[in-house]
C-alpha cells in the first residue's frame, strides 16, 4: 500500500459503484457516519431512485426515533450522484463495488477501478458468492483487493463480512475491519476467501433443510416461518449458535446431533420444490405467489412490507444496543 492510506484518518471520500438494492443503503451508511460519498449508476433514473429510497430510509428512521429530521438533508448532502465512473472514482478513498451477482460485470469493473484508481486506493466487493480473486483476476495491484459482504437492508442490519482474499494484504484488511467499526457495523472476520464465506453458507444450510421438510410434508410454510421466528430466531438475536451449545453444554448437542444427522438433508442438487417453483414463474410477491399466495387486491406494496420489516428491525437494534 501507498504510504497515503495508512489509517482511518487518511479515509474521508467513499464511491459506491451501483445504486440498486444493496448500494444505496451502503451509500447511506457512509453518509450517515460523516463520509462524503459518491454513487455511482449507469443511468440517471435509477440514481433518482436511490435518493429517493435513501429519503425514505432516513424519514423511517426518524418515525422509529433513531435519526432526527434535520439530519436528512444533511445526510443527503454529502451524496454525490453520476454516471460517469471516472467522476465518481476521482479522490476516493475506498470503493465498493455492489453492482448485480455477474462475475463477468463484477471483473470488468475491477478491472477499471484498477486502472482509474490510485494505487493506494482500497477496493472492496459487496459480492455475496464470488471469491475476490475471481472478481479481481484483472487487477494488478491485488493488495488491496477485499470483499465487504453486507447484508440487506444494509442501512439497519449490523453485520458485514470482512474477507481477506489470496493476495489482501495484513494492512488493508485491518483498515476495511476499523472502518466497519468506526460507522457503526458488527464486522466478521472471515479469514479464508471460500465460495458463500460464511454467513450466506450457514443461511444455505438451513434454507435446504426446510425445503426438506416442506418437501416432506412434515409443516406448512406458515408453521415454519412461525417455528423459526419464535424459537431460535427469536434467541440468535442475543446469543449466537456456539454460545448456546456452550450454555446448554456441548455433551446434550453431541447426543442430539448423534441422533439426528442420520435423517437430515444432504444433497448438494437445488431442492426439488424450488426448481418447480422457478420453472413455473412463482417467484414471490412480484408475481402473487411464492411459498404464499398474494391476491393482487389484498397484497401490500413490497414497500410496505420492507418499511414495515425496517421500522422492526430498527426497533430491535435500538432495544439490543441499550
Known amino acids: 500500500m501507498s504510504e497515503r492510506v495508512r489509517s482511518l484518518r487518511d479515509i474521508s471520500q467513499i464511491a459506491v459503484i451501483g445504486a440498486g438494492l444493496m448500494g444505496h443503503g451502503i451509500a447511506q451508511v457512509f453518509s450517515q457516519n460523516n463520509y462524503f460519498v459518491t454513487l455511482y449508476d449507469l443511468g440517471r433514473p435509477i440514481l ?44 476516493a478513498h475506498f470503493v465498493i463495488e455492489a453492482a448485480p451477482e455477474d462475475l463477468e460485470l463484477k471483473m470488468g469493473l475491477f478491472e477499471q477501478l484498477d486502472r482509474y484508481c490510485p494505487e493506494e486506493t482500497i477496493l472492496a466487493s459487496n459480492t455475496s458468492t464470488f471469491p475476490s480473486s475471481e472478481i479481481g483476476r484483472k487487477v494488478e495491484k491485488k493488495e488491496r483487493l477485499i470483499v465487504t459482504h453486507w447484508f440487506n437492508p444494509p442501512h439497519i442490519v449490523p453485520a458485514v463480512e470482512v474477507v481477506r482474499g489470496e493476495g489482501t494484504s495484513e494492512e488493508v484488511f485491518r483498515l476495511c475491519y476499523e472502518l466497519m467499526k468506526k460507522i457503526g457495523k458488527k464486522p466478521i472476520k472471515v479469514l479464508k476467501d471460500v465460495p458463500g ?45 456456539l454460545k448456546t451449545v456452550d450454555m446448554a453444554g456441548l455433551h446434550l448437542w453431541y447426543m442430539g446431533i448423534q441422533n439426528l444427522t442420520p435423517f437430515l438433508n444432504c444433497s448438494t442438487e437445488v431442492p426439488k420444490i ?6 413455473r414463474g412463482e417467484l414471490g410477491l412480484k408475481t402473487g405467489k411464492g411459498f404464499f399466495r398474494y391476491k393482487k387486491e389484498e397484497a401490500p406494496a413490497l414497500s410496505e412490507l420492507s418499511k414495515d420489516r425496517d421500522k422492526k428491525l430498527l426497533t430491535l437494534l435500538k432495544l439490543l444496543s441499550n
Open 274 to 279: 424450488l426448481k418447480e417453483k422457478m420453472e
Open 48 to 91: 433518482e431512485k436511490a435518493l429517493s429510497q435513501i429519503r425514505s430510509n432516513l424519514e423511517t428512521f426518524v418515525e422509529v426515533g433513531v435519526e432526527t429530521r434535520e439530519r436528512i438533508g444533511e445526510v443527503l448532502s454529502r451524496i454525490h450522484t453520476t454516471v460517469d465512473l471516472k467522476e465518481a472514482l476521482k479522490g
Open 197 to 241: 464465506f460464511l454467513i450466506n453458507r450457514i443461511q444455505t444450510a438451513m434454507f435446504r433443510e426446510i425445503l426438506f421438510l416442506l418437501e416432506q410434508g412434515v409443516a406448512e410454510p406458515e408453521d415454519i416461518d412461525a417455528g423459526v421466528t419464535g424459537s431460535f430466531g427469536f434467541r440468535l438475536a442475543v446469543s449466537g449458535p
